[in-house]
């Protein structure tokens, strides 16, 4: 059988965690950087829905956001817990103090920033982010980077803006990226 899947350039031992606002590129950038890197990919936000059941917005009106946070914190530590990956976190994964740690402890966390038009044109007709049912997305796309960007950079190991490059030239950079920086820490 042929493998057309281009042969892993910097395999990772341990994870590369992506954190960073809604539209950033997450899971987008996260698929083709674990095909790069030769590991697998994980999303938390699909497994919690996976698990649940049913869609995050579901999970949002029964649970409230409480509810969402306490599945989100089982299931991160669950996807830490396993195998080298590339993990795409929620927006919000960085709230709790515990889901930080334990990200920084697991592996390379990266936060892939977002210029706002960018991300309002890659969230344009996305009905599945509950908070981002609001009247005016930007703002509330502002309001809720004021509060979550000091955690971002407070857990990342690297800063990635992930605005202007295709996903396969985000990938492709941010692998050189994580190859330079393990180089430089042995």
Known sequence: MRNDAPAPRHACSRHVVLVGPMGSGKTTLGRALATRLGLAF???DARIAADA???IPVIFANEGE???RAR???VLAEVLDGEPAVIATGGGAVLADTNRMAMRDAGR???LLVDSATQ???LAGDTGRPLLDAPDRARRLADLQAI???LYRDVAHHLFDSSALSPDAAAAALADLLA???GSRE
């Open 53 to 55: 059941g049913c869609d």
């Open 72 to 74: 989100e914190s089982r």
């Open 66 to 68: 409480a509810g969402f």
């Open 180 to 182: 330079t920086a393990e």
């Open 120 to 122: 309002l044109t890659r």
């Open 148 to 150: 979550r960007e000091p």
């Open 109 to 111: 966390v990266v936060y």
């Open 42 to 44: 994980r999303d938390v």
